[in-house]
């Protein structure tokens, strides 16, 4: 995902949203920057691989805060977020952003993720489940192994190096935000660790019990047939018209590679759209027939 994300990153650019309030907290060896926008029910927001604030949100974040207190998070060793002498692990994010959470006085948030990001949400669901009221994740699975990503993308991870960065927006953004912008080179080799290393957590994301988003292109790194089982576990496949809506809810893109679900200008459109009616919908929902 991460090499694949360079070249389109570079033709589309990013939108930015300036931040309505800028802090950094101590959080487990940590300290971790984030920003606090709008106000109103609680939504973090947790970016993928490479990415900041800036270049994944900033797009949606002024759709967004309109009616949530938006919290955006940069996670270890991210953008102006410091590292500390642990590898990246989803449970350590997950404890990261847990550990924020207290820190702020917030018992309860909805998720907004995307790749790295979307697992971190999942996970974060899985190990805090008290602490979650809803997630939203984009092209982000409970599953990763060679059999849901495919060889060729395994194969491809293990060819990473920080020089395929150079005179990317992901290498210019760490050099002027991280507080250490010698260390990109770290950076890359624990995300190519992180991404080495394979999961499987179907039971553990079969209990989660909050109403959830899920969010693919259509030409994702995982086919139809992982999306359709994605679903299925997350308990979505319901006939509707009979037995109203479930809680948990499928969104493919057409058109749309992993890097295009974000990077693509029209399907940014259409999650501002898609997104904020989630938030707010009941769910599950009892069968509805059209009105005149």
Do not use: C
């Amino acid at each position: 995902m991460k090499t694949i994300l360079l070249t389109a990153a570079l033709a589309l650019g990013f939108g930015f949203a300036s931040a309505a309030q800028a802090e950094t907290a101590k959080i487990n060896g940590l300290d971790m920057y984030y920003e606090v926008h709008g106000d109103g029910e609680p939504l973090v927001l947790l970016h993928g691989a490479y990415m900041t604030i800036d270049n994944n949100w900033g797009a949606l974040i002024p759709t967004l805060s309109q009616d949530h207190k938006v919290i955006a998070v940069e996670l270890q060793g991210h953008g102006r977020t410091s590292d500390r002498d642990t590898p990246i692990t989803y449970e350590g994010m997950a404890a990261d952003v847990a550990a924020l959470l207290d820190q702020l006085g917030i018992e309860k948030a909805a998720l907004f993720g995307y790749s790295m990001g979307g697992a971190l949400a999942i996970r974060l669901a899985i190990d805090h489940p008290d602490k979650v009221s809803r997630i939203v994740a984009a092209s982000a699975g409970y599953i990763y192994n060679e059999e849901v990503m495919g060889p060729d993308f395994m194969k491809m991870i293990e060819t990473i190096t920080p020089e395929m960065f150079a005179n990317t927006p992901f290498d210019a953004e760490y050099k002027r935000l991280s507080p250490h912008p010698e260390k990109f080179p770290v950076l890359v080799e624990k995300l190519k660790q992180l991404d080495v290393n394979t999961f499987d957590w179907s039971a553990e994301f079969r209990e989660i019990e909050v109403p959830s988003l899920y969010i693919f292109g259509d030409a994702d790194i995982v086919g139809a047939d992982y999306i359709a089982r994605h679903h299925k576990d997350a308990g979505g496949l319901v006939n509707g018209d009979m037995n109203g809506l479930p809680k948990t809810q499928l969104m493919v893109l057409p058109g749309t590679s992993h890097i295009g679900v974000f990077f693509n200008p029209a399907n940014v459109e259409i999650m501002k759209m898609v997104v904020p009616v989630f938030l707010k919908q009941q769910l599950p929902a009892a069968p509805q027939m059209p009105t005149s």
